[in-house]
Every structure is written in C-alpha cells, then in structure tokens.
C-alpha cells in the first residue's frame, strides 16, 4: 500500500515543481465566466458583449456576466483584467480603443500587448457621423460648411478623453480644416442623451450603439466612416462620397484574457466564439448593430492591435491628443 501513496505524493510534487496550471487539469470553465466592458451600460463595447455573453454562456456550460467598469477611457476596466488571475475566467471586451491607449496616456498600468493573451476579434463596426436633429445641416458638407462659417459653435461629444469617438472627432476636424468642441462623457451611453436633447450638437459613434436612435429619427446621420456603404442603411453616403476624402476610421471588438491564461484555455474560447459568430441567428444581431462579423485565430487578433497602435501613434501625435 506504500507505493501507490509515494507515487502520489511524488506526482504532486512533481506537478507543482514543473508548474502546470490548475486549470490545465480541470475542466475549464468551472466558475461563472467574467467579461468587463470599460464603460457604462449603452455603448458599441457594451452591445457587443451582451451579444456574445449569452450565446457563449450557452456554449461554455458555465453563466457569462458582463460586468460595467467605467472610467480613465476603460483603462481601469483593462488593468483590473490584466492583473486578474490567467485561468480564463476573467475577459475583457475590448474596443479600438486599445490600440490608442499607449499613444495618448503618458504613463499605463498595463502593456497593451504583452500583458495580454488575445482570444480573437469578434466584429468590425463603421462609426457614423450623426447631429442633433434640430442642426440646420443636412449632409456632411453643409456640416463643414457650418463650421468654418462658425468655429467652435459646434461641441462634439465622446466616449471620454483618449476614446475612439474623441480620436475620429479630432480626425475629422483636421481633415476638415474645421474647430469644434470636444465634449468627453463617461461613455457614449451618457453622450448620446446629450446629443439627442441639443447639449452637444455632433458625435462620430460606432454603429452599433447609433443605430437605434437613428432608425427612432432622434439623431441625423450625415455620412459612416468606413471606405464602403454599409448594408443597413444603404442610402447614407461614406464620407468620401459626402465630399471628405481620406476620412475612413473603423471600430472593432474583440475578446481578450491576461497574459499567461493557458494556451488549451484560450484555444477553447476562440473555438467557442468563432462557433458563436457563425451561428446565423448571431450574424443577423450583428448585422442589425451595423457590424461585420469577424471571425480568426488569437494571433490574426493581436497583430490587429499590434498593427492599429503603429497607424494610429503619428495620427495622434500630430493631433496632440492627451487624456492625462
């Protein structure tokens, strides 16, 4: 009876000296699942991981919550997942955003990149360029007509300081040759009810979280920002067609965990959500938001990120963007 004891024992050790994760030898997931979202409840990151936690939920076994941490352009959200325990468990629905941070704040808590194992891209979303409905414009051209005839009469607004709606703002004022007021809010669904009820007069938002109030007439669209039409309003020009060329700024979303999250862990999830995004029922929801599925592997996924941190840096620099 002594042997398969000392056999025991020596397996033990012989597992904690070498390092395997727990996780790697239990079925993951064995908790509720965590997706934190840098912003309140209403805006495109927000949307889009509701749509992904419930279907994911189903798939996993386990219940997908999706908790609001706003604050600091979502780098609070971004640091509490980078510093969470790598066991896949905690997740962060990442905006474009990401790949502005290490541009525009002059200090991170966190490494964009190597603090993080991506688990995949989930959607690409054109921002659209939307006014209060009482704005005397009703294209994008009468809207820079506007403000060159009157600069800085126009206050737009944002998802914050450093967000991706603040960055597409700056861009279009410089493409433009135009002054206007940046409005920072604790995410779009704050600015939004400020846009429709005449505070700020212009956002440039994600789709996704526009798209509602578009289709309700609270808000007027006058161009997207992605270099085709997009599908679900076909009549509203890009912007190069609404007489602004080279403006062209995308949002995507995708998931990511901490660094060190298990390679069979993060295998599992981008299966899982590649499973999900492929589902029809999940394509028409997307679709509905105005976003593009998109599906791939974790790396297709960080050199995204890798590759958007080297367009955006002059951009930002150029602008003189900070958020602190």
Known sequence: MKTPSCFCAFLGLTLCLTGVPLVAQTAYPVKPV????????GGGNDIMARLIAQRLS????????????????????????AKSAPDGHTLFMTPSAHAL??????????????????????????????????????SLRELIELARAKPNSINFGSGGNGAAQHLAGEYLK??????????????????IPDLIGGQIQLMVEPLASAMPHIRGGK?????????QRVASLPDLPT????GLPGYEVTAWYGLLAPAGTPAEVV????????KVIAQPAMRDSLATQGAVPVSGTPQQFMDLIVAE???????IQRAGIRAD
């Open 267 to 274: 295998a599992k999830l981008n299966a899982e959500m590649n």
């Open 219 to 227: 808000v007027r669209a006058l161009a997207v920002t992605s270099r």
């Open 174 to 191: 410089s493409l433009a040759g135009i002054e206007m007021v940046h409005v920072p809010y604790k995410g779009s669904g704050q600015a």
């Open 101 to 138: 941070s290490p541009s525009i704040y002059r200090k991170l808590p966190f490494d964009p990149v190597k603090d993080f194992a991506a688990i995949g891209q989930m959607a690409s979303v054109p921002l659209v360029v939307i006014v209060n409905a009482s704005l005397p414009v009703a």
């Open 34 to 41: 965590r997706i934190l979202v840098g912003a309140p409840p």
């Open 309 to 315: 941190i080297a367009r955006w840096r002059p951009i």
């Open 58 to 81: 189903e798939n996993l076994g386990q219940q997908v919550i999706v908790e609001n941490r706003p604050g600091a352009g979502a780098t609070l959200a971004t640091d509490l997942v």
């Open 239 to 242: 912007a190069e067609e609404a």
